[in-house]
């Protein structure tokens, strides 16, 4: 069948997201979620709406032909599948934590103890790498409550906010694992849900490349040009238009979303006046 099957999470921490980037990337769909699937009105792709727990393993049984998932879940799930691209959204961690009055003396202090978690895969690989020799518990939920329920001395779980340990009284004290919302699929998805993917990823690069980056337009008086464009490489170089105002130009660029507020810095310095910063709707390079 010519559409592609995109899994992405049904409620939770990646759901949200990942429907606004993919209605950023122009496809229309319905967001009745309660439905299991729904197709695309103008794209070639169907969503199917699921715990993102299982989504790993409905992409390796072909039943989605892709999928959107915390980076921590496949990791967890699946070792056969490919990480397609890093979405940049949806950033947490995977981190030990232990009761705010614990004596934490370093790693060595989880020897012997009994640890909480959702994560037994992952947490197993790093117990055994850092050579300590600790008990896991695996429950499917609520694992910050198991210290303070007496079902196990710290637990291994998903922080994003850190409010959760909070207000259960935990510390964190190790991270394990940097996390964030990933596409992943199958290492030979073949044509041509391979060239619908393609297409996909198109979008989704220009999604991003706009998000991180502003468009910029400035005036400046012409002696400060040169200096300026040294300051605004742009994507090839920068538009500069001559002012009604003789020995004026009005120059526009393209800046880098996190290296913004010291390039405005350096522009004022530079000479550069009536800076204006407009966000870019799609960007392709
Ligand atoms: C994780 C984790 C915590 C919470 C931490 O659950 O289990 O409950 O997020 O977030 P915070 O640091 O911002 O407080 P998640 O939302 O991933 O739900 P799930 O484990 O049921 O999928
Ligand atoms: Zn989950």
Known sequence: ???????????????????KLIKECGITFQTRIAKLKAG?????????????????????DQVADVGIVGKNVLLEKNDELEIIKELGFSKCRLSIAVPKEFDYQGIESLNGLNIATS????????????????????????????????LAQAVCDI???????????L????????SEAVLVGPPDLAEPKRKILDQFLFRVNAVQAANNNKYILLNAPDQAITRIIQLLPGMRSPTIVPLAQKGWSSLHSVVKEDDFWEVIENLREAGAEGILVVPIEKMIL
Do not use: C
């Not at 592609?4 to 997201?17: F, H, I, N, P, Y």
């Not at 699921?50 to 390796?60: E, H």
């Not at 994560?119 to 850092?130: G, S, V």
């Not at 510390?171 to 940097?178: F, H, K, M, P, T």
């Open 119 to 150: 994560y037994p895969r992952i947490l197993a690989k790093y117990l055994k790498q850092q050579d300590i020799d600790a008990d896991i518990h695996e429950i499917s939920g609520s694992v910050e409550i198991a210290p303070s329920i007496g």
């Open 40 to 60: 695309a009105f103008n794209f070639p792709m169907e969503f199917l709406y699921l715990r993102d727990d299982d989504i790993p393993g409905y992409v390796a």
């Open 171 to 178: 510390v964190e004290v190790e991270v394990i694992l940097n």
């Open 159 to 169: 922080v994003s906010t850190g409010s959760t340990l909070v207000s259960n009284g």
């Open 1 to 19: 069948m010519n559409t592609l099957k995109l899994a992405v999470q049904k409620s939770g921490r990646l759901s949200e997201t990942s429907l």
